[in-house]
Structure formats: structure tokens, C-alpha cells
């Protein structure tokens, strides 16, 4: 008989859960696909759930959650004022996070709205470890500029620096220097950044940001959004910090800052939730005022009671090592299968999923024929796996010249949602990203027929070109 290696459960990044309930999927044909992504425009945004087989378009609200959390939307309390839930979020908040104030929102652009409405005057300048794009837009929109002042590895998929989350000081001293401080409201620092590829931020560079800023008035504004999935690399990459847990490094990178937008679609296990924390008492009061008018009143911001109960159990179970262990160890698995096939993606590889990179999978296709976009439907048709571009089309325009901004990063996204797909489900990922890269040469870029004006890459079409 063959000898088989046992497998330490300690060493192993098997889940710590097991499953309840399952949901069927329904399987499709190439024919099927084929036609079904050219009447989405070739917009992976524009296809029905219904004609997916793995949905890895994003980890946001698409977690599963646990039976605890399904309780808990039992123990709703729909008052219109003064949920119960609201007050456990309240202390969940404060407990964990550490922040005074809490502020509920219906997802995470709800408290980017809030947070950039009360800080941000026209003219300001507002400095971020590269942007995304509803944080950024609500910074527009309130009359401010942003400024990229991540580290420059950040923008290179094959650098291996261990935290290409961090900021640049000699960048952000640059701006500092050139606007002055007073027109600088708040740095918006987020954890693992999303468009670069979830690369975390490390402690020690938090630090250096938070000294410099102190020193020249400017505040720190934390996107939190998968703010437990960063402390994860900060245990295992960061010395100093291997035995710290992750609720404990979460609870040090929130108390190095003043504030916070969180989407709990992400982190949090939800399906729909968020809010927007803060220290100052006289920025909460008017955060908690303009909520009333874009949101709901302050004890609820647009969520149900029953929706906060689940967020704060969600919170609680998304800081224990076992889950971000199973979490992150799902991402490693899926990204060294890639990487072993010879796919080129965005190394080290990062929290939230992997992150090809189109220009090096598709190095025939000019940017201006959309890599990414092609690369994501070429995936569908494949196999019904859906991703997400993270390219040119994402970048927009820029808001002075009107022309398209090019990032230097063009890539496509995987995202895995939390507690959700198996490893075999990873197995067929990764074999149908290695078909495609097989018949690579033969693809064909795509041209855009259909431009909206805000956020153009969720409702953009497309054509082959
Ligand atoms: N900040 C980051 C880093 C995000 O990734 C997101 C959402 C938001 C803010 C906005 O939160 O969606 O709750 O309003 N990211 C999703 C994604 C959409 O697929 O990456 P939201």
C-alpha cells in the first residue's frame, strides 16, 4: 500500500468550520457562455448569478455566514430608533477597534460619503497608498484631489517586497511641501490595498506615517475594509509580531489612527453593512447629523437591526487566527497552483484573492483594447468562473484632461469570498486559467462601446475589436 505523509492539522490551512447548508449551482456549456457574456457587453458586472459556476467577482457581500450570525438576524430589533443591535455594534466597535464613535452605514461608500463630505473642502488634497474607486469618487466629489503616495513596489506586479501596502514618506513630505498641511485634511491609509493587489501595510510604517503626521496636523483616516486580513501579514511577515494575535495587531493598527470607513462586506462576514468610526466627539456629531440625511438615522444608517446583529458577530469571528489562517491559506493554495502552471499574477501574493497579470498574459493586446476586460471574459467563456477587471478600464478618466488615466497595473481579479468554495472548486479555477493561458496567442482585444460617467467599469459594454 502506498505510504501517505500525514498531514499536521496544525500546519494544515484546513477550514475550522463545516458546512450546514449548501446552495446548488447550475452548470453551463462554452455555446451557452459564449453568447451569454457577449450580451453582457463582455462585462463580467453585467452577467446573471444565475449563469455563473464560481462567482469570484468579489469578496464583498459574498461571504457565508455562520449559523451564529443566522441566529443573531433572529434577535433583530427593528425599532426605527435605538436598536438594541445597534448598541452590541457600538460595543463591538469599541471594543475591538478601539474607536469612540460609531457611526452605522448601509456599506462601506455610505461612511466614504459621510467621512468625505464633513473633512474635505474644494481645493484640498487628500494623499492614499493608491486609490480605489468609491473612496476616491466621494473625495471628487467633495472638491478634493487625490494623491497616490504609495511605495513605488506597489505598482510593480513582480516586486516582492513584503508590504507594498506601505507609504512613501519622502512622497507624502513632497505634497506636504507643496500644498502646505492646512490643505491636506486627512491621509486615507487603507489595509490590504485592494487595487494593488491586497498587499498589506506594515506596523513600522503605519508608525512613521503617524509620527509625520502628527507633527504637521494632519489626520489619519483608516480604510478598514480588510483591515483583519492585513494583521494576518503582519503576524506572519512582520518581525516582532508572531505572537501577537490578530484581534490584538487589528486593535494597534486602529490605535494609530483617528478614524475609519469600514465596508463589512468584506472582513466582517456580512452581506451588507458598514460604518464610519471616529475618536473626535465633534466629527461624530456631524457624521452622525449627515447621516440622518444620506443613510437613516444614526442608530442604523440604512441597515436593518437585524443586519448590525450579524456585523458584530461577524466582527468578533473575523478576528480569531483559526479563520484568517483557513482564509488567507484558501488564497495561498489557489495562487501557488497558478504560479506552479507558469501564470503570471501579482506577487506576494495578497489577502483578498490573486490578481493576474493581464499585461503579461496577454502581451499581444494594446491597453487601449482593455487586457484585463478580455482576460475576464475569456475566463468566463472558459469556464463559468466569473472575475473582475482591475485595469484601465477601473483607472476612468482623469478629471482634468478627460483621457483615459493608464495605470501601470492591468490586471484581472479572483476574488474569494469568505467561508464559501471548496479546494476543488480552486482545482478547476486554476485548470481553467491554465487553458486559457494555453490558448493564449489566439485572443482577441475588445473596444469600448458604451461609457457611463461614473464608475464606468460597472456598467461599461464592449465589442471584440
Ligand atoms: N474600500 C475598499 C478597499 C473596498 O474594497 C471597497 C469595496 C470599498 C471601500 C467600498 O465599500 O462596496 O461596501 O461600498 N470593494 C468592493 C470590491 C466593491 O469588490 O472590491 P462598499
Given at each position: ?142 472638491g ?16 516582492l ?54 507633527k ?23 518581525h516582532?509580531?508572531?505572537d ?106 495578497g489577502?483578498h ?78 485548470e481553467?486559467?491554465e ?21 464606468r ?9
Amino acid at each position: 500500500m502506498e505510504k501517505r505523509k500525514r498531514r499536521d492539522p496544525h500546519h494544515s490551512w484546513a477550514e475550522p468550520f463545516k458546512i450546514k447548508m449548501v446552495e446548488l449551482l447550475k452548470m453551463t456549456t462554452p455555446a451557452q457562455r459564449k453568447k451569454t457574456i457577449e450580451e453582457a457587453g463582455f462585462n463580467t458586472f453585467l452577467l446573471k448569478s444565475r449563469d455563473v459556476y464560481i462567482d469570484l467577482l468579489t469578496d464583498s457581500g459574498t461571504n457565508a455566514m455562520s449559523d451564529r450570525q443566522w441566529a443573531g438576524l433572529m434577535m433583530g430589533d427593528e425599532a426605527y430608533a435605538g436598536s438594541e443591535n445597534f448598541y452590541h455594534l457600538e460595543a463591538t466597535v469599541r471594543k475591538y477597534y478601539g474607536y469612540k464613535y460609531v457611526v452605522p452605514t448601509h456599506q462601506g461608500r455610505g461612511a466614504e460619503n459621510l467621512l468625505s463630505r464633513i473633512t474635505i473642502k474644494p481645493g484640498d488634497v487628500v494623499p492614499g497608498n493608491m486609490y480605489f474607486t468609491t473612496t476616491r469618487l466621494h473625495q471628487e466629489l467633495a472638491g478634493g484631489t487625490f494623491y497616490d503616495v504609495i511605495i513605488d513596489e506597489a505598482h510593480d506586479p513582480a516586486s516582492l517586497h513584503p508590504f507594498k501596502g506601505d507609504i512613501d514618506i519622502a512622497k507624502l513630505e513632497a505634497l506636504v511641501k507643496k500644498f502646505g498641511a492646512k490643505k491636506i485634511p486627512y491621509i486615507c491609509v487603507a489595509t490590504t490595498v485592494n487595487m494593488a493587489g491586497g498587499q498589506p501595510i506594515s506596523m513600522k510604517n503605519l508608525k512613521e506615517v503617524r509620527k509625520f503626521t502628527s507633527k504637521h496636523g494632519i489626520k489619519i483616516f483608516l480604510d478598514m475594509t480588510r483591515v483583519a486580513e492585513n494583521a494576518w501579514f503582519i503576524k506572519t511577515r512582520e518581525h516582532g509580531y508572531a505572537d501577537k494575535s490578530v484581534a490584538a495587531i487589528v486593535k494597534e493598527i486602529c490605535s494609530l489612527t483617528d478614524g475609519a470607513t469600514f465596508s463589512a462586506k468584506k472582513d466582517a462576514l456580512v452581506n451588507i453593512g458598514g460604518f464610519f468610526a471616529v475618536n473626535d466627539k465633534k466629527l461624530y456629531d456631524e457624521a452622525s447629523n449627515l447621516c440622518v440625511v444620506y443613510e437613516g438615522l444614526h442608530t442604523y444608517g440604512g441597515l436593518a437591526g437585524r443586519d448590525m446583529e450579524a456585523m458584530a458577530i461577524g466582527i468578533v469571528e473575523s478576528l480569531t487566527d483559526d479563520h484568517m489562517k483557513a482564509r488567507i491559506g484558501q488564497v495561498i493554495y489557489l495562487g501557488e497552483k497558478l504560479m506552479d502552471a507558469g501564470i503570471p499574477i501579482v506577487r506576494p501574493i495578497g489577502g483578498h484573492g490573486i490578481f493576474l497579470d493581464a499585461k503579461a498574459f496577454l502581451p499581444h493586446i494594446k491597453q487601449d483594447n482593455f487586457p484585463a476586460q478580455t482576460l475576464a471574459a475569456e475566463i468566463y467563456i472558459d469556464s463559468g468562473v466569473r472575475s473582475m477587471e482591475r485595469g484601465i478600464v477601473s483607472a476612468g478618466r482623469d478629471k482634468n484632461t478627460g483621457k483615459h488615466n493608464y495605470p501601470k497595473l492591468e490586471l484581472v481579479r479572483l476574488t474569494l469570498p469568505r467561508r464559501v468554495y471548496t479546494q476543488a472548486h480552486m482545482d478547476v479555477i486554476a485548470e481553467s486559467i491554465e487553458c486559457v493561458h494555453d490558448r493564449r496567442k489566439k485572443v482577441r482585444g475588445l473596444k469600448m462601446v458604451y461609457e457611463p460617467k461614473y464608475l464606468r467599469f460597472f456598467q461599461a459594454r464592449f465589442k471584440r475589436a
